[in-house]
């Protein structure tokens, strides 16, 4: 397994991120979190890991620099935040390991407005994308765009953010499917929730990026 610390350069800036990548990958997923979050998040590490597990590479890197952090407009600019994930995948594509990668974004929060809005750009593939607890009505219009596979995961308890994604739902024009999570709250902090967020991203992504992984995958 390749685990190493990255920086990738987006423009005047450079961000810093954990690339993992283990034997024999399938994909590669890049990881956009939410406000007020990094690339040492708790959840998403715990995400990754489940997916470094079932044989996918996962790319967690921060989407601002420490300076622009301090700036908080800069947290909810989706257009900056777009940007920066659409020159992670241009770096993806330009390295030896993962080249030849296929691509998928998982979105927290406000950074699954990014991821969506990402996906909808016309220079990057992206094979499939999974929200957790998203705020894709942030991507506004670039929704009917999207052309990867999605799901949509919200907790149940999470009722203005539930409506949110249903509304996407049927913005979105490509295959697209919202995954209630009973009992969860917006943080997926109740016990078992977000062993189900994890379990729902991986068989979404090795049935959309593995084509020869069965449907339903389990350990």
């Not at 987006?10 to 590669?28: F, N």
């Not at 499939?128 to 991507?139: F, H, I, K, N």
Request: glycine share 10%.
């Amino acid at each position: 397994m390749i685990d190493k610390e990255i920086r990738v350069a987006v423009g005047p800036a450079s961000v810093v991120g954990q690339l993992t990548i283990p034997s024999h990958p399938k994909g590669v997923v890049v990881f956009a979190h939410g406000s007020g979050s990094s690339r040492h998040s708790p959840r998403n590490r715990y995400v990754a890991d489940v997916l470094n597990r079932a044989g996918l590479a996962t790319v967690l890197f921060d989407l601002l620099t420490p300076e622009e952090e301090g700036d908080r407009a800069n947290v909810f600019d989706i257009g900056l935040l777009t940007r920066r994930l659409i020159h992670v995948t241009a770096w993806l594509a330009a390295q030896p390991d993962t080249a030849s990668l296929p691509v998928g974004y998982f979105g927290a929060s406000t950074g699954a407005g990014a991821a969506l809005a990402a996906a909808a750009h016309p220079g990057i593939k992206v094979a499939a994308v999974v929200s957790r607890g998203g705020r894709p009505d942030l991507a506004n219009g670039l929704l009917r765009k999207v052309e990867a596979p999605t799901l949509l995961i919200v907790g149940g308890r999470d009722e203005t953010v539930l409506e949110l994604n249903r509304q996407a739902q049927a913005a979105i024009p490509a295959e697209c499917e919202v995954a209630v999570v009973s009992g969860a709250t917006h943080l997926f902090e109740e016990p078992g929730t977000l062993e189900q967020v994890a379990a729902l991203a991986r068989d979404w992504f090795l049935g959309h990026l593995d084509p020869a992984a069965p449907e339903n995958f389990t350990k």
